[in-house]
């Protein structure tokens, strides 16, 4: 009756929060409110998930990304604008307090027009860097459509991203089949070398990038932006508090022309549909914090030692004790909290550290429950006395960041848990000492008190002497 | 509508077929600092090498070819050497300087070679790629491989691998080695060793002539006192090993404070019918 009870609750409370975990407020910066119809289908998406879009133009007055210190959108959605600069109330700081703030910013750029100083700024500073001659193209004379792009090969085909190492959580490339992402016009950014910078889209090792106005005859070596998979078409930067900024090379990527249109690659089958709608929901799911997003429940530790209480979350433990700990994990899939299952070749590790841990166990996968699955691991404290950390420091490309820190201090041994003297063979013979003394201080006052002299009765006389 | 666009693209397809991109009078040559061309190999698109071409660290290697599309010299939008690296995968175009006669030259030598290469077991592979827009298909072809010598003297070249999120390798705490007795032969040797002196010394005594003789007449004279006396003196003994066993110390005192009392009280009693009898000369 209760797990029903709870249940319906839960899934009253499911339904209730169907949108992403950090707010439903979109501000959508493009140049004239008739670019809204070439990204209907785009826009008809977000809306269905429950996005509350407001459209401006970067000079209007209205727009404000922050009110007396508050965000007044919590996601920023940047279409190509003609404009050189984003107007006073977009500049790069505004921006980047944005981020700090944990606003998500989804930038789609364009090769045919000129990406604003304020978003290259922005990127720069996320170090995600752009072609310096602001007109680059991303061409690939082998991945190209046949049907729309046979001569200027400027729409990539590509296949949906797997992940680029294993042990990182696939988003993108689900039931793609044989689906082509369309990556038409579309610029490529070289990411610089930081944790925070994950690609989900590079280009094919056959593309390249050139400037159609300078390099239209050919490309020379010391001109060349980047080739190849150093080229990343789909940039994602995630910032420690968790706040997201995607670069989408290609906005006509998202355009409606290019959801679900039918193109031929070089060698390809004849005839593939485009997966741009569906990766295009992913990657602004992934943006808006829709998915990707992770949560711990609860964390309990307890002692785990026979014939002493298991209380959870003790004040206090004591060297050497076994300890067990579990932690809770749950994962947002787009309008609710489900549990979260490590990727196959990772692992979720418990750091029981000092200055440094002494201890980094892998935890496992213990129980699943409704929107939760526990992780767990049983350990033994080290002989060292002092203020540990449970930590789980579980931080990972397209996921949001996880840092659970308990602190317990840990005694020595009490004087009375060591163990006993009659345990310790080495003292077997003092105890026998002890022994011995202890019989023969008895004899000798049983012997004093109770025993007549020999050669009794002999008077001991003193002799004088002169 | 289909069966046309079928058949356009069938004939699209046809077309392509027919035009594609070569390159032709290939030759990679590695030419040491001092400048002389040491040694030349050809090769072509069917036939790469098959040796690898050694790279010393002062060396440079240059590639020459000659860019065809359907059998006429032409420039080509895209003409790449890329150098792959096998180990991981990481791959470096160098583009060529292709003159408008469609002959292209490139020079490389160690030091433009990213630090990941330098470092890498294996030999490099080199391919050649050729591409530009319109029909003609582009060429991919792997040509050769190039074996890096590195100078001996010179250090090698530091590489970081950048910090990238995943899991660490686990630790798992060494813990001190406990405290250890000796073998238990041992201990139980010397333990038998110290235990079989108690024997010795009543023995000991016996010999020298210990008796108990007095006793009765102890017992006659005080008997309550001497049972007390003696008696609450095991009792201390007894005391004591409670307190080793299981009472601590808060248990101990007030019972040995009584013990003590007794042992007193009883005592003067008991030790003033001693002195008697040594007064009366019997001790």
């Known amino acids: ?466 | 509508m289909r069966f046309t666009q079928a058949l356009l693209l069938l004939a699209a397809g046809a077309a392509q077929a027919a035009s594609s991109w070569s390159f032709d009078d290939a030759s990679v040559s590695v030419a040491a600092k001092k400048g002389s061309d040491a040694i030349k190999e050809k090769f072509s698109q069917k036939a790469p090498l098959t040796k690898p071409v050694g790279l010393g660290s002062t060396d440079t290697v240059k590639i020459i070819l000659t860019a065809k599309e359907d059998g006429k010299a032409k420039r080509p939008h895209q003409a790449f050497v890329t150098i792959k690296e096998q180990e991981t995968g990481l791959e470096a175009p160098f583009p060529l300087t292709v003159k408008d006669t469609g002959k292209a030259v490139v020079q490389i030598s160690q030091k433009d070679l990213p630090v990941q290469f330098l470092l890498s077991p294996k030999p490099l592979k080199a391919s050649v790629v050729i591409g530009s827009f319109g029909e003609a298909r582009a060429v991919n072809t792997p040509v050769f491989d190039i074996e890096l010598q590195t100078d001996p003297n010179a250090p090698v070249p530091k590489y970081e691998a950048p910090v990238r999120y995943g899991k660490k390798p686990e630790i798992h705490h060494i813990f001190r080695p406990g405290p250890q007795s000796p073998p238990k032969v041992i201990s139980l040797f010397f333990a038998l060793a110290v235990a079989a002196m108690v024997p010795v010394l009543f023995i000991s005594w016996l010999l020298l002539g210990a008796n108990v003789n007095h006793l009765t007449k102890a017992l006659g004279a005080a008997p309550l006192s001497h049972v007390t006396f003696f008696g609450s003196i095991v009792a201390m003994e007894g005391v004591f090993f409670m307190y080793y066993t299981s009472w601590n110390l808060f248990q101990v005192l007030p019972v040995a404070g009584v013990v003590g009392v007794v042992t007193v009280l009883s005592g003067t009693k008991a030790l003033g019918e001693v002195q008697s009898r040594r007064l009366a000369g019997e001790r």
Do not use: C
């Open chain 1, 1 to 466: 009756m209760r797990t029903l009870l709870s249940f319906l609750l839960l899934a009253l409370a499911s339904v209730v929060a169907a949108i992403s975990t950090s707010g439903n407020r979109l501000l959508v910066v493009l140049d004239d409110v008739a670019d809204k119809a070439t990204y209907s289908k785009f826009f008809a998406d977000l809306e269905e998930r429950e996005f509350k879009i407001t459209y401006e133009t970067p000079k209007s007055d209205s727009l404000n990304l922050f009110n007396l210190g508050e965000r007044t959108y919590d996601h920023v959605l940047f279409l190509p604008v003609h404009t050189k600069g984003l107007g006073p109330n977009l500049t790069p700081k505004t921006l980047h307090d944005f981020v700090n703030a944990q606003g998500n910013i989804l930038l789609a750029l364009s090769a045919n027009t000129t990406t604003p100083t304020s978003l290259v700024s922005l990127l720069s500073e996320l170090d995600i860097t752009l072609p310096t001659d602001r007109n680059s193209l991303v061409v690939d004379h082998f991945n190209y459509d046949i049907t729309s792009a046979a001569d200027r090969h400027d729409v990539l085909l590509l296949p949906a991203p797997k992940p680029v190492r294993t042990g990182i959580k696939d988003f993108f490339s689900e039931d793609a089949g044989t689906k082509l992402i369309a990556f038409p016009r579309g610029v490529g950014a070289v990411l610089g070398n930081g944790q925070l910078l994950n690609p989900i889209l590079r280009a094919p090792r056959t593309a390249y990038s050139y400037n159609p106005k300078e390099q239209a005859e050919a490309v020379n070596g010391d001109d060349l932006f980047a080739a190849g998979q150093q080229l990343s078409l789909v940039s994602t930067f995630q910032a420690r508090n968790n706040a997201r900024v995607t670069v989408v090379g290609s906005a006509e990527m998202l355009q409606d022309k290019w959801f679900d249109a039918s193109v031929t690659k070089l060698g390809g089958k004849p005839v593939v549909q485009t997966f741009n709608r569906e990766f295009a929901k992913r990657v602004s799911g992934w943006t808006f914090q829709e998915i990707g997003v992770l949560k711990v429940n609860w964390v309990e530790h307890h002692l785990e030692e026979e014939g002493a209480p298991n209380d959870s979350n003790p004040a206090m433990y004591r060297v050497k004790n076994n300890v067990s700990y579990t932690i809770s994990l749950a994962e947002f899939a787009w309008d609710h909290w489900i549990g979260f299952n490590v990727p196959e070749a990772d692992e979720v590790q418990l750091e029981f550290s000092m200055l440094s841990p002494f201890h980094r166990l892998n935890l496992k996968e213990e129980s699943h429950r409704l929107a939760a699955v526990h992780y767990h691991t049983v350990f033994t404290i080290p002989d060292q006395h002092g203020i540990f950390n449970f930590m789980v420091n579980y931080k990972r490309p397209f996921l949001s960041n996880i840092e659970e820190k308990n602190t317990v201090p840990v005694r020595h041994m009490a004087h009375d848990e060591w163990p006993r003297s009659y345990a310790i063979s080495g003292a077997w013979p003092w105890i026998a000492g002890i022994g011995a003394t202890v019989s023969g201080f008895l004899g000798f006052v049983a012997l004093w008190m109770y025993s007549a002299p020999v050669g009794a009765g002999k008077k001991v006389t003193v002799k004088k002497t002169q």
